[in-house]
Nanobody, 123 residues
């Protein structure tokens, strides 16, 4: 069984920064690919970024490219999302997701999910 626990959300002013964390436990093989999604009120869950096991491949949504950076700590089995230059439109619940491999951008492709952490950006 895999468990994902997000943390680091909060309220920040536009232009500010936050760092989200996603700690994974369970079968490491099942978390080789990690991703972040977000869901704003009344909207569908959308892809933000995905990272491969080797960190050699990362793919970002155009809306966050150049502002967000994903990284992972293998010793802690944790993935981080550094979010800079935040905008009000970044306001959403951010979810960490995991799968055994590959690069996928659709929520239905990920079997493991965290509970989500709220990010609110005020203007």
């Amino acid at each position: 069984q895999v468990q994902l626990v997000e943390s680091g959300g909060g309220l920040v002013q536009a232009g500010g920064s936050l760092r989200l964390s996603c700690a994974a436990s369970g079968r490491t093989f099942s978390t080789r690919t990690m991703a972040w999604f977000r869901q704003a009120p009344g909207k569908e869950r959308e892809f933000v970024v995905v990272i491969s096991w080797s960190e050699s491949n990362t793919y970002y949504a155009d809306s966050v490219k150049g502002r967000f950076t994903i990284s992972r700590d293998y010793a802690k089995n944790t993935v981080y999302l550094q979010m800079n230059s935040l905008k009000p439109e970044d306001t959403a619940v951010y979810y960490c997701a995991a799968r055994s491999g590959g690069y996928y951008y659709t929520p239905s492709d990920y079997p493991y999910w965290g509970q989500g952490t709220q990010v609110t950006v005020s203007s």
